[in-house]
């Protein structure tokens, strides 16, 4: 019988989007649900971006551009990486995709050889495994430990790396957990790469989302030799409330990026035009839409943190980035719920979504059994609600 290749029957399709499409189901037959699942901002893209999206349109800026995004969009992305990040690329050296998301799997298509290795700390966002198995790649997982806050221990790095190593995919401030990595861990993990010498993919695209002054410091911007190996990803999506327009962005070493051109040419082309020229102005303004949005997400944090560790049976710790908390809800499993015994946080996902139309996702997701994520950013009426129906769901087991 005919069969689909070996490699698209290793794929799971992601998790984050089908409790997405499951809860937005849910919503569409009438049910109240509470969304905590999928990770995107509440807010409106601003107003002076949307502003630029329609001239470029009238203007008819609605051609092919060039695959790696036009020169005006790279050059303001390079003014991005030096001001933020103290980097220094030319415009040869930035590639625009559709999405972060593209931009990671096109690095992965242009670092991969088929059987390399591919470390990841875990937990871990939803797509890197399944990226790295697209690519050709193995996944190799670095655990993190939750009494380390879940941020990666950079001997833990080391012990795994093996003759097929190829690269490191990090990710601060990190999805699902929100540790950031400090300047000194992620020097210890840059001069690892360095003597054993593996690429790093930096993801890098909550670096905006930080509370209680915590420093975002990209991997690349400690030192050239680091820099020389690296791929900084970033993207519009979480910084200016974008998900839907599709613009990510890589920097890294011309020969890297004009491979990851290569690939990009003959998949998808550039990214959308018009979406293009709306990040050019995104990037040209922006902050004080951007420090609204901050404020909103830590006060959030805050709440949906106390209110969870107010809930017997639940706990949260205070995450110091991104939009994400890690509920523990190991104290739920092996308890019932009407009958049925909650084994996994699948199973305690599952309930309460059927049960109190609560959307989360459930941790192995992202390779940690016993906690579900939780993405904050909703507003604080629907984060209190959310708890409450998941306080009542907890006082209901058995
Ligand atoms: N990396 C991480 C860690 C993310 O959470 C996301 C959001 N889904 C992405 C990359 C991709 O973002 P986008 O493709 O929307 O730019
Ligand atoms: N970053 C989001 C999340 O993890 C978006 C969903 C996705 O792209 O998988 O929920």
């Avoid at 971006?49 to 969009?73: C, F, M, N, W």
């Avoid at 300047?183 to 930096?202: D, H, M, N, P, Q």
């Avoid at 949260?316 to 015994?341: I, S």
Wanted: hydrophobic share 40%.
């Amino acid at each position: 019988m005919l069969q689909i290749s070996r490699r698209a029957a290793q794929i799971a399709p992601s998790a984050t989007l089908a409790i997405d499409a499951r809860a937005k189901a849910l919503k569409a037959e009438g049910k109240d649900v509470i969304g905590f699942g999928v990770g995107e901002p509440d807010f409106d893209t601003p107003a002076y971006v949307r502003d630029a999206a329609h001239q470029a349109i009238e203007a008819g800026k609605t051609r092919y551009t060039p695959v790696a995004g036009t020169l005006s969009l790279r050059k303001k992305i390079a003014e991005k990486f030096l001001r933020d990040n103290g980097l220094v690329y030319e415009p040869s050296e930035i590639i625009v995709s559709s999405g972060a998301k593209q931009s990671i799997y096109t690095a992965l298509c242009a670092l991969v050889d088929e059987g390399d290795e591919v470390l990841i700390p875990s937990p871990y966002w939803v797509s890197y495994p399944e990226m790295v198995k697209m690519a050709g790649g193995v996944p190799v997982f670095v655990p993190c430990r939750h009494e380390d806050g879940f941020r990666v221990r950079p001997e833990e790095i080391a012990r795994r790396v093996t003759g097929r190593t190829k690269a490191l995919l990090l990710n601060s401030p990190s999805n699902p957990n929100g540790c950031v990595l400090p300047r000194k861990t992620l020097e210890e993990i840059a001069a690892i790469a360095v003597e054993k010498g593996f690429y790093v993919i930096s993801d890098e695209i909550y670096e905006k989302l930080v509370y209680d002054g915590c420093e975002h410091v990209s991997i690349a911007s400690l030192g050239e030799k680091i820099k020389a190996q690296t791929v900084v990803v970033n993207g519009a999506s979480k910084a200016y409330a974008m998900t839907g327009w599709r613009i990510g962005y890589a920097g890294g070493p011309a020969q890297i990026v004009k491979a990851m051109t290569a690939f990009q040419s003959h998949s998808s082309s550039n990214a959308c035009s018009v979406s293009q020229y709306a990040v050019e102005a995104a990037l040209s303004g922006g902050e004080e839409e951007l420090a609204d949005m901050v404020r909103a997400f830590d006060a959030r944090r805050r709440l949906i943190c106390r209110l969870i560790d107010e809930t017997p049976g639940l706990a949260a710790d205070l995450p110091e980035g991104a939009f994400y908390v890690m509920m523990d809800v190991r104290a739920a499993l092996g308890k019932r719920c009407e009958g049925v015994t909650i084994e996994s946080s699948h199973d305690f996902a599952s309930l309460l979504l059927e049960k109190k139309c609560v959307a989360v996702v459930p941790g192995e997701a992202f390779g940690e059994a016993g906690f579900v994520r939780l993405s904050y950013a909703v507003g604080e009426d629907k984060i209190r609600e959310g708890v409450r129906r998941m306080a009542e769901f907890m006082a209901s087991l058995t």
